[in-house]
């Protein structure tokens, strides 16, 4: 069964260094997103991909956060320095289509941050 | 006040009760309405998804939809210690941006 993979699965790091996170979506899947899910809520979207392209990344805190999809394929999520309020579960998602109407999301295990 | 609010729980119930689960919402453009269940450590999977009002049924589980009420629930028959888990709504509108509920975090015991 085709699933969305994502690496490292746990990271710890201390504050202001930098840290990567590695998405692999479903083959095929065109629209990727990462969320954002602190302990005890809800998942927040980070950024929109459309193949390569960014559709939104509206929440996402561009100062520190940057996100690639370079041949519209896997994705990299960075964040440079990491603050303590950064501490959560990162979401990588892929949708087949993205056309206005809603599409299932097919979710990857995530990669929980731990920022000391 | 958030647009999707979402009682967080925990909720203890025993093995073969019904389990009802609720979301209100402020935003009406809202269209699609889904539920997910995510267990511990791992990311959401989709259970049940529903477009605008009405009911949808699926094995054990079922979706209700009142958008007069901004309302809507999931209902869990015949409960098993397997759905324990947290189980996050989610609705979009037009476009395909997803809000999510804050979870609720559901235990059965055997």
């Known amino acids: 069964e085709a699933e969305v993979a994502q690496s490292p699965r746990y990271k710890i790091t201390e504050k202001s260094q930098a840290v990567a996170f590695w998405c692999d979506p479903i083959s095929g899947h065109a629209t990727l997103y990462w969320y954002r899910q602190i302990l005890g809520q809800g998942p927040e979207l980070l950024v929109q991909f459309q193949d390569e392209s960014v559709v939104d990344d509206s929440q996402l805190p561009k100062d520190r956060f940057s996100a690639e999809r370079l041949k519209g394929v896997d994705s990299t999520l960075k964040i440079q320095p990491a603050e303590l309020g950064d501490s959560a579960m990162y979401l990588c998602?892929?949708?087949?289509?993205?056309?206005?109407?809603?599409?299932?999301?097919?979710f990857g295990p995530g990669t929980r941050l731990t920022v000391l | 006040q958030k647009e999707v609010e979402q009682d967080p729980g925990p909720l203890s119930v025993p093995e073969g009760a019904i389990v009802s689960l609720n979301c209100t919402y402020s935003n009406s453009a809202f269209q699609y309405f889904m539920w997910y269940r995510q267990y511990s450590r791992k990311g959401p999977e989709l259970l049940m998804y529903?477009?605008?009002?009405g009911n949808k049924e699926d094995g054990r589980f079922t979706a209700q939809v009142d958008k007069s009420s901004k309302y809507i629930s999931l209902f869990i028959r015949d409960s098993q210690p397997s759905d324990s888990a947290t189980y996050l709504c989610a609705m979009s509108g037009a476009t395909d941006k997803l809000i999510f509920g804050t979870g609720t975090r559901l235990q059965v015991f055997p």
């Open positions: 529903t477009y605008s009002s």
């Open positions: 998602a892929s949708s087949l289509v993205a056309g206005g109407l809603a599409d299932e999301q097919f």
